[in-house]
């Protein structure tokens, strides 16, 4: 079993940056595929990104590829999501979510929030224009 929280949300203008944070509990965290979901005021949950528990694989949403970049240290039991030229349409509380479930990295599975087992409490994002 794994524990998740979220940090480093806030108030940012839009072209700014922010990096959020998610820190777990647990010995087997490396053990562990992990995704960043969003959900706006109103709105449906979203997939944002996900690593592999390596670190090798990563899948990004078309609306943040290239601003948005997932990483991890397995050392600090930490997943980190730098977001770059942030957007007001980026504005959204952020969830990690962790899974154990294997499988292609290439295909949507690790995009879908069904399959996280795990989840975070979230970091709320606010993005002025």
């Known amino acids: 079993q794994v524990q998740l929280v979220e940090s480093g949300g806030g108030l940012v203008q839009a072209g700014g940056s922010l990096r959020l944070s998610c820190a777990a509990s647990?010995?087997?965290?490396?053990?562990?595929?992990i995704g960043w979901f969003r959900q706006a005021p109103g709105k449906e949950r979203e997939f944002v990104t996900t690593?592999?528990?390596?670190?090798?694989?990563?899948v990004y949403a078309d609306v943040v590829k290239g601003r948005f970049t997932i990483s991890r240290d397995n050392a600090k039991n930490t997943v980190y999501l730098q977001m770059n030229n942030l957007k007001p349409e980026d504005t959204a509380v952020y969830y990690c979510?962790?899974?154990?479930?294997?499988?292609?990295?290439?295909?949507?599975?690790?995009?879908?929030?069904?399959?996280?087992?795990?989840w975070g409490q979230g970091t709320r994002v606010t993005v002025s224009s």
């Open positions: 979510a962790a899974t154990m479930k294997t499988g292609n990295y290439r295909s949507s599975y690790f995009t879908e929030d069904r399959i996280y087992d795990y």
């Open positions: 647990g010995r087997t965290f490396s053990s562990y595929n």
């Open positions: 690593i592999r528990w390596s670190g090798g694989n990563t």
